[in-house]
């Protein structure tokens, strides 16, 4: 089992900027990547970025490209995401991801945090 952690979502005004952290604990060394989906209202979840656990292979949505940045730091157990230049759409629940690889697929998700871009 893997549990994850968000924090750091907020009220945040258009341009601004939040750093979402996820830290991951429990049977963490079979983790293959981590990744941020977010859910708006009367909406379905949508992928927002992903890193790679051992390579830091990065990969994102066209909406944040450019905007956001994943990362992670190992030593915690924790990825990030930065997210600068943030707009009214961006507004959501921001879920944090985990994919396990140990002879199965597993998959395990975060309880979310709320992101709110307003003015």
């Known amino acids: 089992q893997v549990q994850l952690v968000e924090s750091g979502g907020g009220l945040v005004q258009p341009g601004g900027s939040l750093r979402l952290s996820c830290a991951a604990s429990?049977?963490?060394?079979?983790?293959?990547?981590m990744a941020w989906y977010r859910q708006a209202p009367g909406k379905e979840r949508e992928f927002v970025a992903a890193?790679?656990?051992?390579?830091?292979?990065?990969y994102y949505a066209d909406s944040v490209k450019g905007r956001f940045t994943i990362s992670r730091d190992n030593a915690k157990n924790t990825v990030y995401l930065q997210m600068n230049s943030l707009k009214p759409e961006d507004t959501a629940v921001y879920y944090c991801?985990?994919?396990?690889?140990?002879?199965?697929?597993?998959?395990?998700w975060g309880q979310g945090t709320q992101v709110t871009v307003s003015s």
């Open positions: 890193i790679t656990w051992s390579g830091g292979r990065t």
């Open positions: 991801y985990a994919e396990r690889r140990a002879g199965t697929v597993s998959d395990y």
């Open positions: 429990g049977s963490i060394f079979s983790i293959y990547r």
